[in-house]
């Protein structure tokens, strides 16, 4: 996913930001960590059969993480920004 080449409210130039794959890894973690709690909370109340997981947790960890991708890699872009974080730099 792309960023804009620039705020359209202020005109900031988004070209020196680069938060790359750092939204996935996090959301990776994230979501692998809530997923997981849940279904084994799931497993170990109800013990329902393997297909009720599969039904449960395979599209909810897919659209938790899809949708979550914009609103974290907007996160990371603002902590870059507020950090003068610039790729490149030391």
Known sequence: MAYAPACTACGLDYSSFNV????????ILIVGAV??????????S?????????????????????GLMRLAKG????????QDAREGRQ
Do not use: K, M
């Open 46 to 66: 109800r013990e329902p059969p393997w297909w009720v997981h599969a039904l449960l947790w395979l599209p909810l960890t897919l659209g938790l993480s899809l």
């Open 20 to 27: 790359g794959d750092g939204a996935a890894a996090f959301l």
């Open 35 to 44: 997923i997981t709690g849940l279904a084994l909370w799931l497993e170990l």
């Open 75 to 82: 996160v990371l872009l603002g902590i870059e920004y507020q």
